[in-house]
């Protein structure tokens, strides 16, 4: 994707609250992307929620730029502004507003890309056992017991390779 002000690679992907449900995209270079966030807000763009003070509303409790990581504090209007998550524990906190974001952005919400050629083995068994231990305790969690046995046999049969070879 290009930048929409030059012909440079997109690494901004900035969305403009104009209005209650009202939103306007821009995808900017890095240097376009800068100059941007240093720009005075627009006319049609209301500035952030600091600047203006507001009565909370059970509307503001709903609202997805009320919502805060209890880890690092940062709030999700703060990231939409930004566009960078304060910690690990943000996809979780914020996954339910960041999946249609990836979405729109990546087209999809999981990574599908290649596996580097030069990935060592012994990782890529360790990743897959790791995958493989998640998906056994969410199925574990959810009482599916037939395929946290199946799993189970996996990951037992992966490990027993590990070792004999």
Do not use: W
């Amino acid at each position: 994707m290009k930048c929409q002000r030059c012909p440079k690679p997109v690494s901004f992907h900035i969305t403009e609250v104009i209005a209650p449900n009202q939103y306007e995209e821009v995808h900017l270079c890095e240097e376009c992307g800068r100059k941007y966030l240093n720009e005075p807000f627009p006319v049609k763009a209301t500035p952030p929620a600091q600047a203006v003070p507001s009565i909370p509303t059970e509307h503001a409790v709903n609202d997805p730029s009320a919502k805060q990581c209890e880890v690092c504090g940062l709030k999700f209007v703060e990231f939409r502004n930004s566009g960078r998550l304060g910690c690990p524990d943000d996809y979780d906190e914020f996954r339910e507003d960041l999946l249609p974001l990836l979405e729109s952005i990546h087209g999809d919400t999981k990574h599908l890309g290649k596996t580097p050629r030069r990935v060592p083995k012994p990782s890529a068994k360790k990743a897959e056992l790791s995958q493989l231990r998640k998906r056994l305790s969410r199925a574990v969690s959810d009482e599916a017991y037939e395929e946290a046995a199946r799993l189970r046999d996996q990951i037992k049969a992966l490990e027993d390779y590990d070792q004999h070879s």
